[in-house]
């Protein structure tokens, strides 16, 4: 079970703050695979899948400011998938 951070600014579903089961705000932040990328690599196969993801832990929302709760210190720190070599 995990909450959404609901934002204007993260209207999109790749593009969201979520409370996980830690719990821990994270951000996660994708890039999608395009025409132009399905042509240049012939890993990726399918249009709008995920190419890159980062996910990283915050306390506030960098576009509304919003505190999120329930966050202890967190440590600098991200997570980075690279999904462009299959
Ligand atoms: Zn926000």
């Not at 506030?60 to 509304?64: A, G, L, T």
């Given at each position: 079970m995990y909450i959404l951070h609901e934002c204007v600014a993260l209207s999109t579903s790749q593009n969201y703050i979520v409370e996980d089961v830690d719990p821990r705000w994270r951000l996660i932040v994708s890039k999608l695979i395009t025409a132009e990328d399905l042509e240049n690599n012939h890993y990726l196969e399918i249009l709008g899948d995920v190419l890159e993801q980062i996910d990283l832990p915050v306390n506030?929302?960098?576009?509304?400011g919003v505190h999120l709760d329930n966050n202890e210190t967190v440590e600098v720190s991200y997570t980075h998938r690279d999904y462009s070599k299959g």
């Open positions: 506030y929302c960098p576009y509304c």
